[in-house]
């Protein structure tokens, strides 16, 4: 299996940053590039325990569907989706955030094998890990982005608890 970490900093409250990184709305909005859309399950808000939503996109050229499902979710430090189906022989993506002083540690960790045996892991190896790590990158810049500005207010209920700074 194939695995991805990613550090981002964010000069933001780290209830703002796990909010963000929960909020399918931004999701979508940091997936742009690959004209992804919700088409089942949670449509709109912020994902919950056992919430799952299936995204349409296009990878490579070509449409693939994914169906991801919170599996684990311990507020506002960690949460964690795995594939439920897709194109991945397995997929789960662990999400970190640690304060430190004023800003927030968020830590991704990506985890993910394709299938076709030996075939799969050299395309894994050769093209899927740096594709995946940049999607990621830019996902986590939008998160960043959306956090460090007053752009969360879109995404988020402004009554949230600890989105706001104190």
Known sequence: MATIEIVTRIDAPQERCFYLAL??????????????????????????????????????GVWQTLTSKVTALRA???????MQ????????HAHYFEPEGATTLM????????????LGK???????KRYMRQFLQQRGAVVKQYAESD???????????????T
């Open 23 to 60: 909020s399918v709305d931004l999701h979508a909005v940091s997936a742009r590039q690959t004209n992804e859309e919700i088409i089942a399950g949670v449509r709109s808000g912020i994902l919950q325990l056992h919430d799952s939503v299936t995204f349409r996109a296009r990878h490579f």
């Open 76 to 82: 506002p430090a960690y949460f964690r989706d795995d």
């Open 85 to 92: 189906q897709g194109a991945f022989k397995s997929m789960w």
């Open 107 to 118: 830590r991704d960790v990506f985890v993910f094998a394709s299938p076709l045996g030996w």
């Open 122 to 128: 050299l395309v894994d190896a050769l093209v899927l």
């Open 151 to 165: 752009a969360w207010q879109s995404v988020l209920p402004v009554d949230l608890p600890g989105a706001r700074p």
